[in-house]
C-alpha cells in the first residue's frame, strides 16, 4: 500500500483524518483471504474487535449527551440501529473503502468488495487504528461528525415519533393525508434528494437530505412548522 495511494486519500478525506501508521492502516483494510495469499500481511479481525468497542461508547456518549430524555430502552434501540451491518456498510461506502480493500483472489472474484459483512468490519477495524494513533477523544469526534446525523435521523426526537408520522397524525385530525414528491441530483456514490410535501394540492414542507427518508423527514418537519404556525 502506497501513501499516495488514491484509495486511501479518498478515505482520509471522508474522515477528516490523516493516518499516521501506513503498516496499520494498511492491516485494517486487509481481508484474511489475502493475508493468507500474502503470509507477511496481517488481517484485520483483532481491530475490528477493538474498533467495534469504540463505536458503541462513542455512538453511546452521543446519544447520552445529546438526548437526555430518551429512556435506556430508546437509546439502546437507536445504538442497535446505526451500528449495525447494513448501516456500517453504507456509510463504508460513502468512505470509499470499497476501493481500499485488499482481497484474496477468491474473495475478490466472489464479491468481497460488495459485501455487507466485510465493508461492516474494516468500519470497525479503521475506527481502531485511529483509537491507536489518536486517542479516544480523535476517534470518538469522528464518530461523531459520521455517525450524528444518521443518531440524528434515527433518534427523531426521543420519546416522540418521526416528523412523518407526527405530520400525519396532525393532518387525519383534519381529514387530509400528506403528499411527496422526491427527486434526486448528483452522481450515484453522492446523491442528493430533495423532498416537498404538500396537503390539498398546496405544499406546507420541504427539505434536502442524502437519502429519501432524510429529505421527506426534513420536509415533514417544516410542514408541521408550518401547521403550528397556522400557515397550513
Not at 98 to 105: C, I, N, Q, T
Not at 126 to 131: E, G, H, S
Not at 211 to 226: D, W
Amino acid at each position: 500500500m502506497k501513501p499516495d495511494d488514491p484509495a486511501i486519500g479518498r478515505l482520509e478525506e471522508a474522515l477528516g483524518y490523516r493516518f499516521q501508521s501506513r503498516e496499520l492502516l494498511a492491516a485494517a483494510l486487509t481481508h484474511r483471504s489475502y493475508a493468507s495469499e500474502n503470509p507477511a500481511s496481517d488481517h484485520y479481525e483483532r481491530l475490528e474487535f477493538l474498533g467495534d468497542a469504540v463505536l458503541e461508547l462513542s455512538a453511546t456518549r452521543y446519544l447520552y449527551d445529546n438526548y437526555p430524555d430518551a429512556t435506556e430502552g430508546e437509546m439502546a434501540k437507536v445504538r442497535a440501529s446505526v451500528v449495525s451491518e447494513a448501516a456500517l456498510a453504507v456509510l463504508a461506502r460513502l468512505m470509499g473503502i470499497p476501493e481500499a480493500l485488499r482481497l484474496g483472489k477468491g474473495e475478490e472474484q466472489t464479491g468481497g468488495r460488495e459485501k455487507d459483512s466485510i465493508l461492516s468490519d474494516v468500519v470497525e477495524s479503521v475506527l481502531a487504528v485511529i483509537f491507536l494513533e489518536a486517542g479516544f477523544e480523535t476517534a470518538e469526534a469522528v464518530v461523531h461528525g459520521q455517525w450524528g446525523p444518521l443518531i440524528d435521523e434515527r433518534a427523531a426526537a426521543p420519546g416522540r415519533r418521526d416528523y412523518k408520522t407526527r405530520l400525519q397524525e396532525q393532518l387525519a385530525r383534519r381529514g387530509d393525508l400528506p403528499e411527496y414528491v422526491t427527486t434526486e441530483s448528483g452522481p450515484q456514490h453522492a446523491k442528493t434528494f430533495t423532498a416537498r410535501v404538500g396537503v390539498g394540492g398546496r405544499f406546507i414542507g420541504s427539505g434536502t437530505g442524502t437519502s429519501k427518508k432524510r429529505a421527506e423527514q426534513a420536509a415533514a418537519q417544516e410542514g408541521l412548522s408550518a401547521i403550528e404556525r397556522g400557515d397550513a
